[in-house]
Structures are given as C-alpha cells and as structure tokens.
C-alpha cells in the first residue's frame, strides 16, 4: 500500500460553478448501500491498522462518529452519483471550521474528517478522488471530492437508487448568512453563529411546526409523460431552512428545502400530486417592486410595474434590471448577469436605469439602497404567514420563495388568503397569478 499522498484530481473553472455542497446528513437507508458502507469502515479501519496510523482504539462516541462520517461521505457520493448532479462536491478541509464548535456544523463535519477523505482517497481504497484547494488570490478556495472507482463498482453491484438514501433532519433549521465580502471573489457570504432570542426561538417554533406539518401531508409524484432527462429527487426531502442574510435577522428570510424546489416547472404541473389533487403553483406577481412601494409609503401606480415604454418586448429584461436595482448598494455600471441577450445590443444600462427611474418616480430615492434584503425579509413574512393560515385551515401548502402550491381545489381559498396577507404585511395590494395545468 502506498503511505504517501492522497489520488487528486484537476479541477477547471467551468466545472467548479456546477459543483454541489457536501450535505453531511445523508446516510445508507437500505441493506445494500449500508453494505457499502459497512465494508468501507472495515476496509478503512485496516487501512489504519496496516500503516500505523492509529494506536489505540477509539473510544464508542469517536467510533461513531468515524461511522457516521463514512456514511455520510458515501451516501452523498452516491446520491450525487444516482441523482446525475453536474459537477463534484464541494467540501472543507479548514482546521477553524472543523475544529470550532458550531450550531451548524454536523456532527460528520468533525477533527477527523479530512483524515477520513485521506484514507477513502488512497489509490489501494478508491472510494473517492479529491482535489485539495490552495489558496487563490488570497482566498481559500473549496476543495471538491467525487466518485472513486471503488464506489462505482459497487454501486453497480448493488444496484443503487435515490430510494436507497436518505437524510437525517438537519440540525439548525434558522440560518444567518453573514454579508459578503465585495473586494473577495470567491466568499459565497459563510454562515454566522448567533446567540437565541425571542425572535429566533419563534422563527424557529414556526418552521418547526411547517416541517413537521409537511412531513405528514399526502405527496405523490408521477412520473409518466414526462420527457427525459427528468430531476431526480426523493419525495422524503421535505425539510425546510429559513436563511436570513447580510447579519440580521430583519433581512432576507426565505424558505430553502423540499424536494419540489429542485423540480422544473413543467415537472411540477405534470407530475406533483398534493392531498390526492393535481398541484397550482400560485405565484405573487412583481413582490419586489411592490413591496417598495409600500416600504415607501406610496400605492403603486400602475398595474403592470415592469412595462416601460419603448422597452415592451424587454419585460424580462426589465424585471431583472429593476430587482438588481433594488438589491444595489451602488448605481448599476452594467447590466447584471445574464441579462445582456435580453437587450437590444444598442441598450445601455444606464439607458434602461434611467427609464426605469422615470418611470417610478415615487420609489426613485428607493434604488440603489441595498433594500432588497429588507423587502425580502417582509416577502418572507408574508410566506410564513400563508403558510401557518392554510395549515390552520387544512390546506397543504408547498412553498417556492414567493409561490405556494396547492391542491386545485383550494386555489381559490388559497388566493385569499395571499393577497389578504400581502396586504396587511406591505400595505398595498398585491397580485397572484395561476400557473396553468398541463394535461
């Protein structure tokens, strides 16, 4: 057996945007893939012995936690594997992160988790290869791991699917994102500890009771007729996350999670079934810039906010023009990412800022403010709300940011229901619109 370095693999920058986050909770929930895994630990724990890497035994709780770790590894390997994700797996190896006490580190994510990668990694294991990162331009960037061809072979031999993992429920479910760093590129703006307070520990209560309330309800998808290649998923991924952004917890607020977020559209109207019932997507209309308008005291003008003179066949373009604008801290200097092809090459972003400050005179002073988390944060309270209403009232609701899905059945009270909360959280009317079944 080789005793020197770890097998690594090259990693280029296209691949990198595609790559997933490390998700610690998975595990080996039918008898072959716990297979897998239990001849892995056996396999590791001689790998140890072999080359003198450990001494002593471990003691139960650290034992368990190498278990755990082995599980967790393989499992997210081979569900990324199953489910054709694009891309590798981001993971850290940093000492601070997996030495420090955390309310979000997972208990897979310990000391011993980069010399765990080490061994999976050796040539003689190959259950994984990984590239470990060296700093680029002063930042650390994230080292990826991805199938080994160990791990290949017995997922062929076992014949795994998505059914044969599954998750534990995560531990912290009210999530604070610290501000990003501008002048760095590659901060993705990390996660922040904070102290419980009244305000947490109710956020907290609330989705409790929204998961728990999901996790019951009756879901079915089906497949039939939907083209290839489709979104591979587990209907038990159920469990919601409300992040808040830039160090507050009166800024962003939105709800992460579920299987149905990962669905396209068109799998969503074709194939998601809720209650026994075909599922409507239900979506506020223009929520962003309505929301402005109320955070500034005034009643939008117009019925559609994003038809700009001169620019109708722009309107997607606008929309994303407009939302940057209010997320901004600074006037927008060109057009925001993917939002060039929406415009004629003769537009300049500072010809379509200007048209669309002239259109909303009475929120002009509101761009260019960084509101946009602050707007968010009343979107996502609105959510909540909704959410908690159609519990109270019997109705399954499935939430997408600023949709909801419903069975057909309750469209109607579900309607009500949004734009009654809207109403009362941004104090201006909103609009809901239908996304229209497919049969």
Known sequence: MDQTTPTVIELDDKEE????????????ASENTKAIVQEAIGLLL?????FGLRTNKRRDRDQE???????????????????????????TRSN??????SRYRPRAYSKMFRHIL????????????????????????ASVIRLGSRLLDRIAEQG???????????????????????????????????????????????????????????????????????TQFSIRDRRLRRIFTQSRFDSGGRLFGGFWQSLRKHERRQGLWVSGERAVELDYGQVGPRILYGMAGHKPPFEDLYDI???????????????????ASDTLGRFPKGTRPLFSRSYKVGDV????????????????????????????QIMIEVLLTLKDRGVVALPIHDAVLVPVSAVSMAKKVMLDTFHRHAHVEGTVTEEALRE
């Open 96 to 101: 601070r992160v997996l030495g420090t006490k």
């Open 160 to 230: 795994v699917g998505i059914d044969d993992l599954d998750e534990h429920p995560h531990g912290e479910t009210i999530v604070l994102k610290r501000v990003k760093d501008r002048e760095d590129y590659w901060d993705e703006g990390g996660l922040e500890e904070y102290d419980d307070t009244p305000d947490t520990e109710r956020h907290r209560a609330e989705l409790d009771e929204i998961n728990r309330w999901i996790a019951d309800a009756h879901l079915r998808f089906d497949s039939e007729g939907l083209p290839w290649p489709r």
């Open 118 to 141: 080490d061994l999976m990694a050796k040539p003689e294991m190959a259950y994984l290869e990984q590239h470990i990162a060296a700093p680029v331009e002063g930042a650390a960037r």
């Open 65 to 91: 936690t190498f278990d755990l770790t082995i599980d967790a590894v393989l499992s997210d390997l081979m569900h990324h594997h199953v489910a054709e994700h694009p891309g590798d797996i981001y993971v």
């Open 309 to 327: 003179w001169r620019y109708g066949i722009n309107r997607p373009g606008i929309k994303k023009v407009m939302n940057a604008m209010i997320f």
């Open 46 to 50: 001689s790998c140890e012995a072999h």
């Open 353 to 380: 800022v200007e048209a669309i400050e002239a259109k909303h005179p009475l929120i002009r002073n509101c761009f260019h403010r960084g509101l946009g988390h602050d707007a968010q944060f009343i979107e996502s």
């Open 17 to 28: 945007e595609r790559d997933s986050p490390f998700n610690a909770y998975r595990f080996a």
